[in-house]
């Protein structure tokens, strides 16, 4: 098990960028996939980006391809997601998570740990 706390949201205008970190405590950090989701008001949890142990795999949500970007340091226990262009419809609370799992996968089930979440807000 993982403790996991997100930080790095905050306001920005359309087109602007954020930077969220999700800081994990615990020894076995490496050995997990990690992942971001997003939940808007009135909406499912959605799937963002996900990313293996290594870092060397990666995967995207359609609407955030080419434009977010999911990458890990594993001496610092630290998951990021580096976000670009943002757009209104980005405005969430994002989440991260873990899966002991070597299977990348985009179902929130599947996910053992999650943080309490970072709100973004996108104006137009």
């Known amino acids: 098990q993982v403790q996991l706390v997100e930080s790095g949201g905050g306001l920005v205008q359309a087109g602007g960028s954020l930077r969220l970190s999700c800081a994990a405590s615990g020894r076995s950090f490496s050995m997990y996939a990690m992942a971001w989701f997003r939940q808007a008001p009135g909406k499912e949890r959605e799937f963002v980006a996900a990313i293996n142990w290594s870092g060397g795999n990666t995967y995207y949500a359609d609407s955030v391809k080419g434009r977010f970007t999911i990458s890990r340091d594993n001496t610092k226990n630290t998951v990021f997601l580096q976000m670009n262009r943002l757009e209104p419809e980005d405005t969430a609370v994002y989440y991260c998570?873990?899966?002991?799992?070597?299977?990348?996968?985009?179902?929130?089930?599947?996910?053992?740990?999650w943080g309490q979440g970072t709100q973004v807000t996108v104006s137009s």
């Open positions: 998570a873990a899966d002991k799992s070597v299977i990348l996968t985009t179902l929130p089930s599947r996910y053992d740990d």
